[in-house]
T-cell receptor, first 116, second 115 residues
Framework: GDSVTQMEGPVTLSEEAFLTINCTYTATGYPSLFWYVQYPGEGLQLLLKATKADDKGSNKGFEATYRKETTSFHLEKGSVQVSDSAVYFCALSGGAIYNQGGKLIFGQGTELSVKP | SQTIHQWPATLVQPVGSPLSLECTVEGTSNPNLYWYRQAAGRGLQLLFYSVGIGQISSEVPQNLSASRPQDRQFILSSKKLLLSDSGFYLC??????????????FGPGTRLTVT
């Protein structure tokens, strides 16, 4: 079945460092891909998305490109801040193959800690 | 704009007691609705989804049930809680910005501790 694999955390970086969180997926059909962020004690927030191959999603300085050839959707940010400390989830939605909606399949999450 | 509410925010319940968690959505009509559970240190597991009033699909056999008595209300229940039911429960509604494109937006969650 469909699945999402993320790099294990925690990832600890200094402020202004470059961030990459790897995400790869296995899916049939043509999934949409998402990154969600969860701040401590809160629900998930949609950070960015891409709906087809070669799309780049971006938001708040974060970017991820939908790479069909490598089945990847890595999250990047050029300069992280302390406020970026959170858990990041990669997810896919079956989209067109799920005729009752986009059931999300999540990776395990990667905890990011940014130190001043 | 759309908003999603969950309550209670936190709950401590003894084993064997009943459970009722509520989720409501404002600012949209006929949304798809979802219940997820997040166990400590793990990813999210889809429990139930609903495409309309009274229509519930279960993803994982378990001690829980769900109901949708109104268009924008989604309830998660149990008759007798188990220790393994502890976790962070998240409700989500689904937005469809385009053909075949689905986005889910999550509520603030309910942290349930079964003692």
């Amino acid at each position: 079945g469909d699945s999402v694999t993320q790099m294990e955390g925690p990832v600890t970086l200094s402020e202004e460092a470059f961030l990459t969180i790897n995400c790869t997926y296995t899916a049939t059909g043509y999934p949409s891909l998402f990154w969600y962020v969860q701040y401590p004690g809160e629900g998930l927030q949609l950070l960015l998305k891409a709906t087809k191959a070669d799309d780049k999603g971006s938001n708040k300085g974060f970017e991820a490109t939908y790479r069909k050839e490598t089945t990847s959707f890595h999250l990047e940010k050029g300069s992280v801040q302390v406020s970026d400390s959170a858990v990041y989830f990669c997810a896919l939605s079956g989209g067109a193959i799920y005729n009752q909606g986009g059931k999300l399949i999540f990776g395990q999450g990667t905890e990011l800690s940014v130190k001043p | 704009s759309q908003t999603i509410h969950q309550w209670p925010a936190t709950l401590v319940q003894p084993v064997g007691s009943p459970l009722s968690l509520e989720c409501t959505v404002e600012g949209t009509s006929n949304p798809n609705l979802y219940w997820y559970r997040q166990a400590a240190g793990r990813g999210l597991q889809l429990l139930f989804y609903s495409v309309g009033i009274g229509q519930i699909s279960s993803e994982v056999p378990q001690n829980l049930s769900a109901s949708r008595p109104q268009d924008r209300q989604f309830i998660l229940s149990s008759k007798k809680l188990l220790l393994s039911d502890s976790g962070f429960y998240l409700c989500a509604w689904e937005k469809r910005p385009g053909q075949g494109i689905y986005e889910q937006y999550f509520g603030p969650g309910t942290r349930l501790t079964v003692t």
